[in-house]
């Protein structure tokens, strides 16, 4: 009887190792997946990080173009604002010679 429960107690302890063993194996496993996947998230992250800094620089880039044809339209508006003064000045005298011309 004790032999025959020595024998039973010897079975149940290889059963628990080996499932201690096996859930073991399977928890290692799951941590290299873990971290397999935490370094591709870090890979991701790293990239993304470096898209915005480009994004970044591209959008101030456009606003300092922004910035160029916004003076430049204003330089355009002030000299089309002197060309229409000018033929308006023109325009006046034109008109002033006419009229001296039809009274004399």
Known sequence: VL???HS???DEVLYLTKKHNDEKSMLE???VEIRDKK???ENEL???RDKKSLLETRLMDYSDKKSEL???L???RGRLYQRQENMNTITQETNA????MEQQ
């Open 3 to 5: 032999t025959k429960r």
């Open 8 to 10: 039973d107690v010897q």
């Open 29 to 31: 496993t799951q941590v």
């Open 39 to 41: 370094s591709a998230v």
């Open 46 to 48: 790293v990239e993304l």
């Open 70 to 72: 916004e003076t430049q």
């Open 74 to 76: 204003m330089d355009l």
């Open 97 to 100: 010679k006419v009229l001296t």
